[in-house]
């Protein structure tokens, strides 16, 4: 998809966080207290890249997970910006900003995937009769 539809497909806040490494104010995102179950997705392209299993309240005012969905679905790229060294998270099917990856999770990973709700798409799981 190039530049021209993607503005027009996204709000200018996720053009701005996913094509630009932006990020949304903390505490301000649609998805940081959201406890219901279900998938998180790339707003971009729709890979489903994160489950409500693994999300958690880490306090930093983003949605954050301890976990991928599964291996190979996001990448992780060294990042240097803002005079800091971080691990940015990378759709790996469109390569959208989602946010960064910390350290400082909670087990069993000992990961925190902070991630932008902007970055996102939710979806309820269809519950099993």
Not at 30 to 38: A, M, P
Not at 47 to 52: I, M, N, Q, V, Y
Not at 100 to 115: A, E
Request: with cysteine; aromatic share 10%; hydrophobic share 25%.
């Amino acid at each position: 998809m190039n530049k021209e539809d993607l503005k027009d497909k996204l709000t200018p806040l996720q053009y701005k966080v996913t094509q630009e490494k932006g990020t949304e104010r903390a505490f301000t995102g649609e998805y940081y207290q959201k406890t219901d179950e279900g998938d998180y997705n790339c707003v971009v392209c729709g890979e489903t890249l994160f489950s409500s299993e693994t999300k958690y309240d880490s306090g930093s005012g983003w949605p954050s997970f301890y976990d991928v969905i599964a291996q190979g679905k996001v990448k992780e790229i060294k990042d240097t910006s803002h005079g800091m060294l971080r691990t940015e998270v990378v759709c790996c099917n469109c390569n959208a900003h989602l946010g960064h990856v910390f350290p400082d999770g909670p087990k069993p990973t000992g990961m925190r995937y902070c991630i932008n709700s902007a970055s996102l798409d939710f979806s309820t799981r269809k519950k099993k009769s």
